[in-house]
């Protein structure tokens, strides 16, 4: 079995993959991470719940946003698993062409994603909305280049930005809103937020179909946390939750690959 782990700002997304696909998912805070003892033992126990012991675990795959957090995360997975442990990062083998002018600055996560929707929709031109802590937008054509994207304020980031930055204006409850003008100012945080990140994105997507992909069909695809939110509002072809994870595991398989084919 295969530990994969998302290590983003706000949430470490887990899943464990055996030969079938993935066998089960889990997500805990960034913040309660503490020391690699107390991260061992949380993994330990998360997957204990769920009937997988620590000897079923042969290797484990890691993409991360959260540099300070790297080290803690491969020492408690060497401390309680001893298990080889994968990188997603620069310089390792992907599969993609990266056109970003300095391909280090391109984050972890967004190559993931562009893996894992490689391996879902081969051959095809492809954008990726990923709604975390920051909203991201990739595009990758059906020859495997990575051209580049967007990046803009997530809803939580944008919510904690007005309550920190104003007076009286308050934290409110991450919803999609059945209206457009609120009638509290709760409710006018709520449309704002929603309507703001619809309507963004909305222009975004026409913008990459116009300027990269000149009138080819495009399929759109949501992940993240936050892009549930929108599965009403046609804004994507296809949601895909674990699209990270999926695209870490065949990146830990391409690279297992090469190496066993270096060392024989």
């Known amino acids: 079995m295969l530990l994969c782990l998302d290590i983003g700002n706000t949430h470490i997304l887990g899943g ?75 310089g390792v083998k992907t599969g993609l062409n990266i056109k970003y002018k300095n391909a280090n600055e391109v984050g972890a996560d967004r190559i993931a994603n562009a893996i894992g929707a490689m391996e879902a929709f081969p051959q095809q031109n492809i954008i990726i909305i990923d709604m975390g802590t920051a909203t991201t937008v990739c595009a990758v054509t059906r020859k495997g280049d990575y051209l580049g994207g967007a990046i803009f304020p997530g809803l939580r980031l944008g919510m904690e930005s007005l309550k920190n930055n104003t007076a009286k204006l308050v934290e409110v409850d991450i919803d999609a809103p059945s209206f457009y003008i609120g009638r509290t100012t709760r409710e006018s945080i709520q449309a704002g937020l929603y309507y703001g990140q619809l309507g963004a994105l909305k222009e975004i997507i026409a913008g990459f179909k116009q300027e990269m992909f000149c009138g080819e069909a495009v399929k759109v695809i949501g992940t993240g946390g936050f892009s549930q939110l929108y599965k009403e509002k046609s804004l994507f072809d296809v949601i895909l939750p674990d699209l990270v994870l999926q695209g870490l595991q065949k990146a830990h398989a391409i690279n297992l690959i090469l190496t066993r084919e270096i060392t024989t």
């Open 16 to 90: 464990i993959y055996d030969q079938q696909g993935l066998v089960m998912r889990f997500r805990c805070a960034t913040s309660l991470i503490g020391t690699a003892d107390q991260f061992g033992i949380f993994l330990v126990n998360v997957l204990q719940t769920k009937g997988i012991q620590v000897r079923q675990i042969e290797a484990a795959a890691l993409c991360s946003v959260v540099p300070g957090c790297d080290y803690t995360i491969r020492h408690g997975i060497s401390n309680y698993f001893d298990v080889p442990c994968f990188t997603l990062k620069a």
